[in-house]
Structure formats: C-alpha cells, structure tokens
C-alpha cells in the first residue's frame, strides 16, 4: 500500500514553504540601499516543476523547488540625496521589489500551503480509518 496522497501533500507544502521563505526575504530586503556603485539585494523566485516520477508518464507525484531565479543585481536608481550612501548627483541603488507583487505572491503561497495542509490531513485521516478497520471474520 503506497500513501502517495501524503507525499504529494507533503511535496506541495514544502514547496509552498520555501515560496514563502523567498517572499519574506523580498519583503525584508526591498528597502535594502547601497551605493550606485555596488549591487544591491536580488529579489528571488522560485521555480516550481513537478515532481519526476518514475510512475506512467510521471504525472500526479507532486511538486518540487527546480530552482530560484534572481532579480536584477542593479536594482534601480533612486533620488535621495540626503542619504550617507548617495553618489554626487543624489542618487542610491535600490533593490528592485515591487511589495503589491509580493503581497499578492504571499498569499497565492498561503493559499496553496494551506490547501495541501488540509489534503495532507484529510489523507491521513483517511489512511488511519483504513488501518483501524475491523478485520473480516
């Protein structure tokens, strides 16, 4: 007996963590200054695949992390002259985030952890019901 509703629960909810992982990273980081001169904090994406499977076709096994792409190490020129870190025209290197984008992504990254929490424990509910069956007599 395979529980392959469980691993496929438990491969989504572990790439929903690290989603979220990275959004709250881009979060923190999407005031991050530098001078003009320097790089500055690249945002990150994850990039999700499914899961290889050596099943037909490999279809329905689950999630996975294929990667995590960044963002522009320039970032973008802001005017802020009064700042320490500011070049002689005024102008600093900010990281490239946009926080609307990001909110939006933490709660798709939410959402869909939640959603495999709750087909994670449906499945287990329902696995242990099958284990807890009276044998036939």
Do not use: C
Not at 2 to 30: H, P, R, V
């Amino acid at each position: 007996m395979t529980f392959s509703a469980l691993s496929i629960s438990g491969s989504g909810m572990q790439t929903s963590q690290t989603w979220l992982n990275a959004l709250s990273g881009n979060i923190a980081n999407q005031n991050d200054t530098v001078a003009t001169n320097q790089p500055v904090y690249q945002a990150q994406y994850v990039v999700a695949a499914p899961a290889a499977s050596s099943g037909p076709g490999g279809v329905g096994q689950g999630v996975g992390v294929a990667g995590v792409a960044l963002g522009p190490a320039t970032g973008q020129l802001v005017y802020q002259p009064s700042n320490p870190l500011a070049n002689a025209q005024g102008y600093v290197r900010q990281a490239k985030v946009d926080l609307g984008e990001q909110m939006v992504q933490l709660v798709m990254a939410q959402n869909g952890f939640q959603a495999d929490a709750s087909a994670f424990a449906q499945a287990h509910a329902a696995y242990q019901s099958a284990l807890n069956l009276p044998s036939a007599a």
